[in-house]
């Protein structure tokens, strides 16, 4: 290969302080440095692919409660025709299905317990085109019949509240009746009919599904408050969601499901971010390690680096020599982590059951947490910038050992050789 003399002798330089004996501790505080590389690199790419699936997952079970975009009637009363704001959202290609529903809070009672509650009305023929959840208990949710005043209630809240199926609860609604005695709360007894479990905390606890004309008679709206819509992809829902609200006009009041669980994304980008940037100091300390390892060398070949100067390398070149060396050490640290963080991330459901079973231990037990499984969610948008990062890093850090190079004196390095 007709590679620049520079590129050679830091490649030889590379290989040389690996074999020979007289350099063997050189050798081994490079290989702790190529090794700190690998381990870091492949760090932050297992960390920030579990972090992925974990999000992935929640993300999954949120979606499959509720819709990805919400359309509401921007006075607060309902829709006097649902069918023709589903119709015109529709004629946005990203739209796949809509439902209306009728979204209320209310307090759910069972004797001496009570619990807030999120009272959502729905269609059954009609919300299996929006929700997961609905689809896949079709038979369940056609138990909601419109003035049987069935309900169907998550699995959290159906233990906290000590009922099953068939069991009576009563729905206590915010607005009362103004009677002479006063202001007295509206109050119905209704039935348990079924109950769900979505995986998501939030709503096994707090949602109350039932159909649509009982919670208009219910909450007194006169019929559905808004328009629930599928998407074809949900990440889109941000950028849908403005298309929208500008061909809805300013009526309607769009919100898609990153506007509803604001809160919760932005926790999670947060501790992401907290995350990579002390990982990422790991992979800084490990790279600059490479400082130590070249200050070295050059001590050691100074004679050399003589030699070289008397046969008319510049001052450019003896520091491109240098800087050839600790840059493939970086190289071969960043390609050793991906290889060994990809492997990891992508067999992490192979990996951990197999520690958990070596150590006897149950890292996310399923009575605990909701997901007893180790996600894991590798994206190459994160991956490319740890590889680009970790490089960098590796190459600042050679800067200064390689600038020392390129000073030596040809006359003071052979005064004693």
Known sequence: MNLPYEWRVGWRYTRASRSARRNGFISFISGVSVLGITLGVAALIIVLSVMNGFQKEVRDRMLSVVAHVELYNASGEGLPDWHALAAQAKQN?????????????????????????MVRGIVPSEEAAVTPLAAAMQTTFARLQSGQWGVVIGQEMARVLGVTVGDPLTVVAPSGQVTPAGVVPRLKQ???????NAGHYEYDSGLVLMHADDAARLFRTGGPTGVQ???????DARRVAGELAESLGADIIVRDWTHT????????????????????????????????????????????????RTLGASPRSIMGIFMVQGALSGVMGTLGGLGLGLLVAFNIDVIVPAIEQALGVHFLPGSIYLISKMPSDPQWGDIAPIAVISLVLSLAATLYPSWRASRVQPAEALRYE
């Open 93 to 117: 290609p990203a739209v796949i299905g809509a439902a209306p529903f009728v979204p209320a809070q209310a307090l759910i009672a069972r004797g001496e317990d009570m619990r807030g509650a």
């Open 190 to 196: 209704v039935t348990v009919v079924g109950i769900f």
């Open 229 to 235: 819509l599928k998407l074809k992809d949900p990440q």
């Open 261 to 308: 669980n604001r809160n919760w994304f932005d926790a999670v980008q947060v501790e992401k971010r907290m995350m990579f940037i002390i990982l990422t100091l790991i992979v800084a300390v490990a790279a600059f390690n490479l400082v130590s390892t070249l200050v070295m060398t050059v001590t050691d070949k100074r004679a050399d680096i003589a030699i070289l």
